[in-house]
């Protein structure tokens, strides 16, 4: 069971957009619509972000979305803001686990 | 308010056996499937074990299967996690987390998460 595939870090400057790419197969992130992403600062638990592909829990800016094309699943970071730096994990579903991607830095210049 | 509590995690020799808990409030527990996730030092997030919320659906990850054995005690509104013959690479700190939808035999993903419990897996 490997890990789905992410960028080790993207970068943005305050104000831009930044996506992070989530790529696994048609086992996982293609083949069914059960893609959430987490945001984990540094020594704090994980917070789900976004789930089934597309939709935001309650109390999540709406500046962060979700999308997925094919077995790629995207989380794009509009208008970037200093607390927005942390780490990002995608998670999906496989038929019978859980997979999660091997997480992205995301730096706030 | 949603309350996910871990204890249990500490120094263990290889070989050896551990039993992590997650003390879980604010909420119906039965209701929710539960999962167990870890994270080594400095490294990405891992899906260890989910169970149902009637306990009577678990399922884990292909490394620790026939090791580790999830459970839960509804009368103590509790999830337990059973680690034994510890290897090196389960040194990770435990979080369990909690479903988000109601009812589901297996959870895809985790709207509640506990601080966390640290296992070292050391000689």
């Known amino acids: 069971q490997s890990a789905l595939t992410q960028p080790r870090s993207v970068s943005g400057s305050p104000g831009q957009s930044v996506t992070i790419s989530c790529t696994g197969t048609s086992s996982d992130v293609g083949g069914y619509n059960y893609v959430s992403w987490y945001q984990q600062h540094p020594g704090k638990a994980p917070k789900l972000m976004i789930y089934?592909?597309?939709r935001r829990p309650s109390g999540v800016p709406d500046r962060f979305s979700g999308s997925k094309s094919g077995n790629t699943a995207s989380l794009t970071i509009s208008g970037l803001q200093a607390e927005d730096e942390a780490d990002y994990y995608c998670c999906s579903f496989t038929g019978s686990t859980n997979m999660f991607g091997g997480g992205t830095k995301l730096t706030v210049l | 308010e949603v309350q996910l509590v871990e204890s249990g995690g500490g120094l263990v020799q290889p070989g050896g056996s551990l039993r992590l808990s997650c003390a879980a409030s604010?909420?119906?527990?039965?209701?929710?499937?539960m999962t167990w996730v870890r994270q080594a030092p400095g490294k990405g997030l891992e899906w260890v074990s989910s169970t149902s919320g009637s306990g009577d659906s678990t399922y884990y990850t292909d490394s620790v299967r026939g090791r580790f054995t999830m459970s839960r005690d509804k009368s103590k509104n509790t999830l337990y996690l059973q680690m034994n013959s510890l290897r090196d690479e389960d040194t990770a700190t435990y979080y369990c987390?909690?479903?988000?939808?109601?009812?589901?035999?297996?959870?895809?993903?985790?709207?509640?998460w506990g601080q966390g419990t640290l296992v070292t897996v050391s000689s």
């Open positions: 604010g909420f119906t527990f039965n209701n929710y499937a």
């Open positions: 987390a909690k479903d988000l939808r109601a009812q589901q035999v297996f959870p895809v993903c985790f709207d509640y």
């Open positions: 089934d592909v597309t």
